[in-house]
């Protein structure tokens, strides 16, 4: 495991939330890919949803709903994140909130591509 | 205030965030030490007890832990315990005056993993730092600092209480921190402790604050703060965090006998809410203690109810009302609409802090103790 790195810092300073400033090319068709919780990253049930914790780069995170928790903890059993939505009975409607939320998961590094 | 913040004030099944101090015992006598420490209590926990502790920690899953003291390198076992936690999967982030790390320590903290280092340092100059943490503690911390760089630890913090006679030196700290390749935290005086002797003297003025608001809004992403200067945010932009009193609710402390209380600053039998060695532990402590009940039912806004302000500043800081003798349901002593200070004019009676383990001799400063 790495040392604590300058990201590490995020844990006493503040804690970031999911908003994804700028989804950059990572965050490009998610419906579509292939995706998981990355090995390092522990998930703490809450009221609220989650609580990400990321090993490698000392991050808190927020889950701040209880159904994207669902979706995110057993990702790595579908082919892409829409199968994912669809097993878990989520609406098509909804689902660009979650391809947003997922957006910024992957940009804080808590969901990563199989 | 967020949905989320909101939900926080109702408590989360277990803290985020955890400081447990290992030992009152200190080779300094800082004057604003926010724990009176100087002499080992009897009573501290064992090297078992300190482990199951951690067992604790980990089943709950609490991430990390900020270790301090006094000074918690003291403690024989203070690698024991730190290398029981990282290896359970609890990190550790601990908080030193820097005495006991020299170049072989260094280089044997720089070899262990979720692990980061706190070093105190109160003043940008040894005189400044010194008034505050006693002779000779400016050159030890900046040793220590030296050690660090050179074992190659990495990123580790240097951890400053802004006072009235450092805070006009924000961008020497920062230059400190960025020479070392460490990264600058600074957090509030809190009238604790010692503090609650030095408090009027040493906490920054009206005028210093509103400079340090605006530091803060140009240095933010650079600087950590731990959430502790949100009482700032009635300046108008707000600072980067959760802009609440985590008291009880996602923070509390462990002292060196088990004791639990609210938060690091409010070490009183007020708002003491049990202790790890009793029937269920820290997590019945957290989940079901009376005190921290009553600290997430919900709060009034009091006197500073008809303040456009509140929702900015939530009446700031708990402990800085109580160790002031101002009710909780009042300004904040340093509230920057001035409220505070008309209150403190009519304050009640200061509490005492529990415990007072300061050396009963003033000492050398910066020499161990020989009692």
């Keep these: 495991m790495s040392k604590l790195s300058q990201k590490n810092s995020n844990s006493s300073k503040k804690f970031p939330s999911t908003v994804c400033a700028a989804c950059t090319d990572s965050c490009s068709d998610v419906l579509n890919s292939p995706l998981k919780l990355h090995p390092s990253v522990a998930l703490r049930p809450e009221p609220f949803g989650a609580l990400a914790y990321h090993y490698d780069n000392r991050r808190l995170i927020f889950l701040k709903h209880p159904s994207i928790v669902d979706v995110v903890k057993d990702l790595d059993q579908y082919p892409d994140l829409q199968s994912a939505l669809c097993a878990h009975g989520i609406e098509e409607r909804h689902w660009d909130a979650y391809d947003k939320a997922i957006c910024s998961l992957i940009e804080s590094d808590v969901v990563v591509p199989q | 205030m967020t949905a989320l913040t909101e939900r926080m004030k109702d408590g989360l099944d277990a803290p985020i965030c955890i400081t447990w101090e290992l030992t009152y015992s200190c080779n300094l006598s800082c004057v604003h030490c926010l724990s009176s420490s100087g002499r080992r209590d009897p009573r501290e926990l064992s090297t078992e007890e300190a482990f199951r502790v951690v067992d604790e920690l980990r089943e709950m899953q609490v991430f990390y832990v900020n270790i301090g003291g006094g000074e918690p390198m003291i403690r024989r076992d203070f690698f024991d315990i730190v290398e029981y936690a990282t290896t359970s999967g609890v990190g550790v982030k601990f908080s030193t005056n820097g005495t006991y790390i020299d170049a072989a320590t260094a280089q044997r903290l720089a070899t262990m993993d979720y692990l980061d280092i706190q070093i105190s340092l109160d003043g940008a100059d040894a005189q400044t730092n010194d008034a505050i943490r006693g002779e000779g503690s400016y050159d030890t911390a900046m040793a220590a600092m030296r050690h660090l760089k050179n074992a190659g630890f990495g990123e580790f913090k240097i951890s400053v209480v802004v006072t009235r006679h450092n805070i006009s030196q924000l961008d020497e700290f920062k230059s400190i921190a960025d020479a070392f390749g460490a990264q600058l935290r600074i957090t509030r005086l809190r009238p604790s402790g010692r503090a609650v002797d030095t408090w009027h003297e040493l906490h920054p003025t009206l005028d210093q604050q509103r400079e340090l608001h605006q530091w803060l809004l140009s240095h933010g992403e650079d600087v950590l703060t731990g959430d502790s200067f949100f009482h700032l945010n009635a300046l108008g932009d707000s600072l980067p965090g959760l802009n609440l009193c985590g008291a ?16 690091p600053f409010v070490i009183h039998d007020e708002f003491l809410a049990g202790n790890v060695r009793d029937s269920g532990g820290f997590a019945a402590v957290w989940r079901t203690s009376d005190c921290f009940t009553d600290l997430r039912g919900p709060q009034s806004a009091g006197a500073c109810a008809s303040c456009g302000s509140w929702d900015a500043c939530q009446g700031g800081c708990m402990a800085a009302k109580f160790f002031t003798g101002l009710p909780l349901d009042g300004p904040d002593p340093e509230c920057v609409g001035g409220d505070g200070e008309h209150a403190l004019a009519s304050a009640g009676a200061i509490p005492r802090p529990s415990g007072d383990h300061s050396k009963p001799v003033s000492v050398q400063l910066g020499r161990r103790s020989t009692t």
């Design chain 2, 248 to 263: 009880g609710r996602v923070v509390c402390l462990i002292d060196p006998i088990g004791d639990v209380y609210a938060c």
